[in-house]
């Protein structure tokens, strides 16, 4: 069951990184409004076009750095407010903690302007091994880029 709660309001964006997203009508449930696991994909493609502007993807169905290859091991989303119809939405995210071998996002759906959050939650990240298909750490690189998104702490 999708629990709806009232969010507070979006404060301003000056951390982790913003990646504006469209939501299409295939992306809606039958009352008009984004679909609940389409909230996980277009979070998914934020974070991997993120990314891959910076080198870490997938080309010809091979990883352009061995920290490309990783795997979502934790999902966790609260929803707010519904985003409404098609158009762009905002996904903020960040890294809440890099580990060895995980890495710990947060993330919020709002809107282009800011000022709504629509969603927020959690994801975690486990890098692997191809061959192994055992955790093994981040590359030197992945770290340097991950840095640039780390969420200060208090």
């Known amino acids: 069951m999708t629990t709806v709660t009232e969010p507070a309001a ?3 964006v000056s951390y982790g990184a913003t990646v504006h997203i469209p939501v299409h009508f295939d992306d809606l449930d039958a009352m008009g409004m984004l679909h609940n696991s389409r909230y996980a994909v277009l979070v998914e493609r934020a974070v991997s076009l993120w990314w891959a502007e910076r080198g870490v993807s997938f080309s010809g169905g091979r990883p352009t750095t061995p920290d490309a290859f990783n795997v ?3 999902y966790g989303i609260t929803f707010h407010r519904p ?3 098609t158009g762009d939405i905002t996904i903020h995210f960040w890294l809440d903690k890099i580990g060895t ?3 710990a996002y947060g993330f919020r759906v709002i809107s282009t302007d800011a000022t709504t959050v629509h969603a927020e939650g959690r994801r975690v990240n486990v890098r692997l091994n191809p061959a192994t298909m055992r ?3 981040w590359t030197d690189h992945a770290r340097g880029l991950a840095a640039t998104i780390l969420r200060p702490t208090a």
């Open 10 to 12: 979006a404060p301003a």
């Open 72 to 74: 979502v091991r934790e």
């Open 83 to 85: 985003v409404l119809g």
């Open 101 to 103: 071998t995980s890495a």
């Open 135 to 137: 955790p093994e750490p």
